[in-house]
Every structure is written in structure tokens, then in C-alpha cells.
């Protein structure tokens, strides 16, 4: 069964996906660059750009799996860019220039239809308005047997976490304060949709953890819902 | 200059330092136990209750600083006990028997005025009904030029952090989910506050960080709070 997967998801120590302020300049808001300081300086990432060089390692490691058995990605419109509401014209495609790093299918989820976007090597934007199961099931398609990421933001990945989709997902916590931004775990009872913890390995930079869905899942999830229910403090 | 420290203090991967539903039987809330079995297994951590063995490394490297040049304690109540209200009587001594491992003074914070309480081994727990600066007080006195560590729990640090009285505090982050339960990151901006990472070492167990207090601790404070008052997310 091919699996729906996170990488890379850099959150710092106080749990911020984000810094306060996103916008064309700041695309993780203030401070937010930060996070992802462990991931550029890896081999994949450079590799990923074009560029040679890199360090070779735990980050590397880590940073690599988002390449293996990866067959499209599904990506919140916030991730495609800072533009909000209608399209006004065609003309923003992406963070990434015209040659993004995906090369792959691309999901955009958006409330605003517009047409399929091709890019230089093989990235292709779709934007699916149908919602998060009509996204998963484009990118299964485009996928064709392989693996799907779904690259974020916060809200996209909580989407389909609290739809039980997302098989594993690797956050990279950061040793840094943001103090305020979007935050990862507010919102959320992870136990309680039935993930735990599987791996989680240092680097000098960043803590690596994956988190992975156990099963059996339902019975799992009443045990502790109950937990939180009663405390008023579960989602 | 004496300092006011914060030791081993716990949290889960998601931001949690105790599970829901604290109470005599669980007093780390449900959950919360699994957060410190880095820390019961240290030597430090044995030692301190009349046990030999345990295991040396980075673990009882950082547990064994909250004996160093350590003269006195403050806890909150909750930490003290699961008794809520005016003390019925002054049955209840503490979580941790006849021999507590302080060995210093203990000042608890309280609403409830009560008799100085000495145990056996050196501890003397001492109520304090003023608030925290008269708590801060009483402790250095008593500590006599030693530092004092505040041990907890939640509340009592943040009071401490937002009056910017803690000096430094080390958190160790245990690859666990809690899913709901008491926040430690959320209701306070530690940026905003001047607090930044300076240290970050992970053991097979836990990420062990060490937070500090920034100077000139007002400018940095004040740069980084325009940026969270601006977007309404900062506290």
C-alpha cells in the first residue's frame, strides 16, 4: 500500500511550524528561516537545487527520505505562495523559480480553481478544490504506486492527521525559541489520533523524531480520547 | 551573584510537562510518569534517594547539576501535594516521605498560611502566602549566597520567566506524545521574554536544552515583542 508520508517538518523547541508575519519576503515569517538552517547545508538539499557539495550525515539522512519511493506531493496553497482569495492573474508559480525541487505531480489544496501548471523537470501544480480526500486521491493517481508527501503548512498536514491519513511524519525540532507564529501541537491531541513516537535521533543541529501511526488505530484512539475528553483539554 | 535556576524539568515532545487528571494517585497527571524515566535511572537521581547504582553519561551529567551549589528550593503547592484549599490538617508532608531530597529549605508557594515543616535530612519546608518576589526572598536568605532552583510546576516557573527572575533552566525532552494535559510553551512568549537556547545535547532518552536569560535582557525584549504584539499572537 503506498503511504502517505511528512519530512523535513522543521518545528522549533517552543513548537512553532512558523514565525508571526508570513509574506512574500518572509515565506515561514519572521524568524522562521532559522528552523530549516540543518536542512540546507545537507548534500539532498543542495542536490535538490542543483548545486554540489553539502555534508554527508544524520541531517543528510533524514533530509534524503523525502526523495525515496516519492511519487507527488500535496501542498497547502500558503506553501505555493503568499498570494490569498481569487488568482488575480496566472503569473505567481511557486516559491521555487522554474525549475522546482519536487519533479513530481504537486497538489495544490485551494478554494480557487485554476489551470494545471507545468513547470521546467517534470513538477506539474494541479490545484484541486474538492477538498483534502480529492487531493489524496489525485496524488495517488499521479503517484502510481509510489509514495505521496505532503509538504505542509501546519494546516494542510493537521488535515490530514486528524483524517487518520498520514502514515509517518518526521519533524525536525529545532533548538531555537520563536516564542509566537503558527503553532504545531496547539489544536491537535496526536496520542489521541493514535501516533506515537518511533524514532528519535540528534544531530549537532536539530533533534529528528518520527512519529508513526499505530495500529490498531480505533481501538487506540478511544482509549485516550476518553482521557482527554474528560479534561476538557483533548481537540 | 546568586541565581535562580530551573533543573530537569520534563516535557513531552508536544509541549506537555504533566498528563491530564493529576492527582495523589498520579501526580504527574495520566502519562506523565514516562517523561522522567531518563531521570530515575541516573545515578544523580538514586543517590538522592539513598539508593546506589544507576547509570552515569549525559543524563546523570545533567541531572547532578541541581545538587551543585544548590541552597534552597521554591515549589507551587501542586507540587508540594494534591491537597487544593485551606489544609484541613497538616497531615500531608510532601510527595516524597520522611527524608525528602532537597536537604535544603523548601518554599512552597501558597494561599494558605501554615506552620514551617521540617523533615528529616535537612529539608524544612516553609509556606509562603506573599507571592513569589517575597518567596524569591525568603529563599536566597536561606540559601545564603548558594543559588536557588525553582522545581515547579508550570505555573510557578512561567511566574518566575514573565518576571524575569529565572536565570537559566534546563528542559529535557522526552520523545513521547502526551497529546493533552498542562502546556508549558503555550500562554508564554520566551523570546519575547529574552530567553534563548544555549545549549542543546541529546542522550538515547531525551534532548536535553538549556534555556538562559539574555542581556541586555530589555532591548532584546523589546525588538522581538513588536513583532508578536503586531500579529496578536504573543502573550
Known sequence: MPKLRVHNFAVSLDG??????????????????????WFFSTRTFRRMHGQDGGDAGIDDDFAARCTENVGAWIIGRNMFGPV??????????????????????????????????????????????????AALTRAMEAADSRDVVVGGG???????????????????????????????FNGIDLRRLGYEVTDHTSSEKVTHVVISKQSPLREQAERTAACCREHGNGI
Not at 494546516?155 to 504545531?184: K, N, W
Request: charged share 15%.
Open 84 to 133: 490569498r482569495g481569487p488568482w488575480v492573474d496566472e503569473s505567481w508559480k511557486g516559491w521555487w523559480g522554474e525549475n522546482p525541487p519536487f519533479h513530481t505531480a504537486v497538489i495544490v489544496l485551494t478554494n480557487h480553481a485554476r489551470p494545471s501548471l507545468p513547470m521546467d523537470g517534470g513538477t506539474v501544480f494541479h490545484f484541486v478544490t474538492e477538498g483534502i480526500e
Open 16 to 37: 512553532y511550524a512558523a514565525g508571526p508575519g508570513q509574506d512574500r519576503d518572509n515565506p515561514l515569517g519572521r524568524g522562521g528561516l532559522a528552523m530549516h538552517e
Open 154 to 184: 501546519v494546516s494542510t498536514i493537521h488535515q490530514y492527521l486528524r483524517a487518520h491519513f498520514v502514515d509517518q511524519m518526521h519533524l525536525a525540532v529545532a533548538p531555537i525559541l520563536l516564542g509566537c507564529g503558527e503553532s504545531f
